[in-house]
C-alpha cells in the first residue's frame, strides 16, 4: 500500500515535538525496553498516525489528550479500521500515563499477552 507522503511529513514532525506524556511513555517502550519488544512511534497506518505500534504483536497503543474530546465517534472509526486490519487498539488518557505508568505498563504487558483474536485449530478453537 502507498503511503500518503503528507501523512508521512506530519508523522516525522510529531516524532521530532512529542508530548511530555508521550515522552514519558516512550521512555519506557522504546529500545526494546519493554520486555524486548520493539514498539515506534508515530506510525502510519493506512490513513492514520498511530502514537505507538509493535508491529511483530499488531497491537496499536492510543494517548488520549485534550485534542480528543469530543472525538470519540472518529476514535470508535479508526479502532474499528485497525482492527479489520488485525491490529488490537488500547487507548489510555493522557492522566493514567502521567498518574498511573506502571497501572498502564501493566495493561500493555496483558493486551501482549493475550491470545490472538482469531481461533487456533492448534488448541481446538473454532471447531464445533
Excluded at 474499528?80 to 487507548?91: A, F, T
Excluded at 502521567?98 to 481446538?124: F, H, M
Amino acid at each position: 500500500m502507498q503511503q500518503d507522503p503528507l501523512l508521512l511529513d506530519r508523522a516525522k514532525a510529531m516524532r521530532r515535538a512529542p508530548s511530555p506524556i508521550e515522552q514519558k511513555l516512550w521512555f519506557e517502550l522504546r529500545a526494546r525496553r519493554f520486555s524486548g519488544i520493539k514498539f515506534s512511534r508515530q506510525v502510519v497506518v493506512g490513513r492514520y498516525i498511530m502514537d505507538f505500534v509493535c508491529r511483530s504483536q499488531k497491537l496499536v497503543i492510543e494517548l488520549d489528550g485534550d485534542t480528543h474530546a469530543g472525538n470519540e465517534a472518529y476514535d470508535e472509526l479508526r479502532s474499528s479500521w485497525l482492527e479489520s486490519k488485525g491490529y488490537s487498539v488500547i487507548r489510555f488518557t493522557n492522566s493514567d500515563v502521567s498518574s498511573n505508568l506502571e497501572g498502564v505498563l501493566t495493561a500493555i504487558s496483558l493486551a501482549l499477552a493475550a491470545p490472538l483474536s482469531q481461533p487456533s485449530p492448534q488448541r481446538g478453537e473454532g471447531f464445533k
